[in-house]
């Protein structure tokens, strides 16, 4: 097992490698820094010593050379535009975005179960086509659109909420309903999917035939086989407000590291820009690691070669 | 694995939870601007920046009153030319610097010299000390002399916008912790959330009503305009026309402002390409303009049309310079005319417009692309994030280019006609596509003169370039709009874009 | 989501239900019969009424600016109200739509062909190949789709071709990925075997045996995609990378009408609304296709799933 798991880290980390590469060349190919530091009316050859200043000026290899020689040291750089270390942005606005995450995940799966459930437990009936139905609605609807939407409602012609901003339980609501939408509904239909193979499986209904009843089947079985995939999914939906929150980070005024690396990259500072993706890839790749370690101490079949 | 993780997610948890603590006290307010200032140092020159800085935490040599331009005493209580070279400033008595160090000659020029050191890349010296070269020194205690190469007779607007820090501020890097003499001290910064200021006790003028003033920021304008309509803030800066509703204006929630900068559509007179090359289609896009209708839609009312690409109350405004009519008859028989001598008036012409540059930045040009196409022209739109379209500013006259205009909103808070020539007409200024001898010549003599010489010469260049030469089509003057709470109130004047005085808010009882 | 592995040794699932069959399964399944003539109206609505109404969706009008929904007064037109410009709503969403729609199906017809093809490859192959290929898939999944459509949109010109790229190099990994777990399991059935042992090549394997067994997975997963692109391509036209206006989509207009959230909140909602409505379809009819393209399953909901007695 632990054999295992350094593979993994191994592996991962030779991905991450590339992949920082990757950002590293691109991030520089959005353009020079220099045009929205400098004043607009600013001349070329005060550009010029600008870009000589940040070390801009040189090939794409050498600085890459001099980016690894400072990685080595964990040394990310500075933020062009707060002038503090590059990773500090990115360490202090990374927790945000987890919060949410870890708030909005188990909301998902709660409902997710619950709902999946229903679907499952009688599909064709009206009860059960309603939430199936109900989970498509979720699936379907941006995050953008709730979040404007409650803004409106909630906030603008109810008052009963904060239009933004971070602080109590209440600023908490919206972001999380925003967010928490789309993995409850395509949560709920992978249980639904699971249980309803299960529940019409032939061993099943041998089991029914020997008299067990429809709940006790539900909840032994069914639910069990849910179980994995409902992992499996969820850590890709955990994953993916992690690296995929800026949109409704941006409409709360939520300073989570979404927003912080859209910002850094509007405003061309490279530094934050690597350090926020590296500190978001290596959250994900632990997060995969993880789950797959989870998943396979649920699933009796799987064994670590 | 598990015991492992609970430490840091609960860390997490919490670190996210102990978000902003409600402000306890009456006589604080709550400011929600646009965006999150860069930085707070206050030798920087971004008006997100100085918002907050500027006449709170840091104050200037010589004030400067938006309205009319005149000039009065700030940290400066006097000042002299002194020969062609230098001028001499005495400063105030009994000011001390928030540290607690005292304000004197040598922390002055301390302050000034650094901000005009090259290094440091100060915003201020490179928008508003170009073209010379200043240095500064204690010629006694309360006295500091400042040398420059070439005359300068402007020299006191110039250190109007020009902010004093303390002498114990780095002079090698930027600063995230401003020290001024302000009305209000630099108390916290959370980055991503707010920023702090309070009273400072020991100001040397009057004393502020406002007891602390915390900065949050919201991108979108309703979100702005909501806060202030549900008490969570007191001004909102930069509120949409389409956010007001009407009974705002009626209360007073809503106010106003013009702002010193023109919107406009620049044109290309380097290298022009057909039909642009034509006065009279020049003339034509000017006159097929509605320019109160385009101020009523983009900024629902507040402006006014403008033929200059400044404001009227700036030096070198030409009073003799008609205003554009709204003529859409005229544009057509002028656009005929050219057709007719075989000017190609249906080329496709393209405004590169600047996503941002105002609220409503993309429907604004889509409408003056409609009144165009309306007199037979053949306009589209492309919309630019400001890096792109800095990059086509730049080479809008390389081979290849289609047929363009620029939107642009031209900014001049001096009052002084010459910042404007200089980057926007002269052969070297940054925002130039007009190589033209009189302008460059008359320009660079007018740089030298001062009083009533000066505005006569600035006078004449408005007149050349908006009667002979048609190098754009000025639009409107921009205005802006704050919204405030029932606590507050506050008269916002032309340079409120770039500079909320709290000291001037009033506290509703 | 895979094919169901309970076929006995030796019989091959090679052929795809029958179409009487699949139509079949609609009699069970309201919601998807009710999804689909969404869809077909939907296409309809919008290849027609961008010939009638294309123009109408750039006309400006001051005089009927911000109208609420339902001042049919002022014209038919208006019936979904206007917006800053006077401008139709209506004729908008008609004409976003087939952007949004045409750029999420291009982008999944795309994707969906090339990754399928990479994936079966890599599959097939195994080796030094399939390795390749899984650590480029798992850069991917680290990389944060938004920044990387971020930065790319930011390195090349903002044109539609750009964004229809971003969205291929977004989604390509989700079709390489399942078709490489599908290839994997039909590697080792006894029909591809006996191929191989017959001399048959690769290509002829891949494209004969091996394409027209996960060929409904893959549709199945394309349909839902659809759904999904249309998302992400929402998703970042609202953070200004994608669409560019005057251009219009869906997912632009809800992020153009959040600046009239209090003046004219139609113009957020009906867009919105669309992209909704629409995406509920696609998944129905997705979840319908997976079953109905997949005889064992479908046998199974439909003959046991109504009873309660069991």
Known sequence: MAAYILRRLAYSLITLALFFALIFVLVRMTGNPADLYLPLNSTQEMRDAFSARLGLDQPIYIQFGRFVLDLLRLDFGDSLVRGIPAMSVALNAFPRTAALALVVMPIAATLAIMIGSAAAYRPNSIAGRTATLGALVATAVPDFWIGIMGVLWFSVMLGWLPTSGTGGWQYWVLPVLALAARPTGILAQVVRGAMVQTLTSPYIKAARAKGISKQALVFRHAFRNATLPVITVGGEQFAGILSGAIVVETIFGWPGIGKTMMDSILQRDFAVVQASALVIASSIFLLNIFIDILYARLDPRISFK | MRNRLILPISLAVFMACAGTAPLAADDSIVVVLPEEPQSLELCESGSSIRRVTQHNVGEPLVQRDPDTQTLSEGLAVSWTQDGDTAWQFDIREGVSFHDGSALDAEAVATSLNRTWNEDLACGVAQQYFQGNTYSASAVDTMTVRIETDTLDAILPLRLSFLAISAPATSTTEKSAAPIGTGPYSFTEWVRGEHITLDRFEDYWGEAPQVAQVQYQWRQESAIRAAMVQTGEADLALSVASQDVLPEDRDTGRAVSFALPAVTLLRFDLVDPLEPLNDIRVRRAVNLAIDRQGFVDVVFDGQGSPANHVFSPSTIGYDETVPQWEYDPEEARRLIEEARADGVAVDNEIVIFGRLGVYENATESMELVAAMLNEVGLNVRVEMLALQAWLGVLRSSYEPGRPTNMMQQSHENVTGDAVFTFNPQYTASGPFS??????????????????????????????????????????????????MLSDAISYDPTPASFEEIVIGDIVLTP | MSVSAQNPPGESTGSKPTGGYVLASLRHDPLAVGALIYIA????????????????????????????????????????????????????IVVGGVRTLGVAFTTVVIASVIGTAIGIYAGYRGGLADNLVMRVADISLAFPGILLAVVLLYIFPPALTTVIVVLIVNRLPLYIRVSRAETLEVRERLFVSAARVLGASTWRIATRHVLPVIAPTILTVATLDVAVVMLVESSLSFLGMGVQPPSISWGLMVADGRRYLRAAWWLTFFPGLAIILTGIAINLVSNWLRVALDPVQAARLHKHGDDDGQ
Do not use: C, K
């Open chain 3, 41 to 92: 109206l939907l296409v309809l609505v919008l290849v027609g009424g961008s010939v009638v109404l294309g123009e109408m969706a750039a006309s400006q009008n001051l005089r009927m600016r911000n109208l609420a929904p339902g001042a049919l007064e002022a014209g038919w037109q208006y019936l979904l109200g206007s917006d800053s410009l006077g401008r139709s709503v209506l004729a908008r």
């Open chain 2, 433 to 482: 596509a007009l190589r033209d001898d009189f302008v460059n010549e008359h320009v660079a003599a007018a740089q030298g003169l001062s009083g009533e010489e000066r505005a006569e010469a600035l006078r004449e260049i408005s007149h050349y370039l908006y009667t002979e030469v048609i190098p754009d089509a000025p639009i409107a003057v921009t205005s802006s709009t704050m």
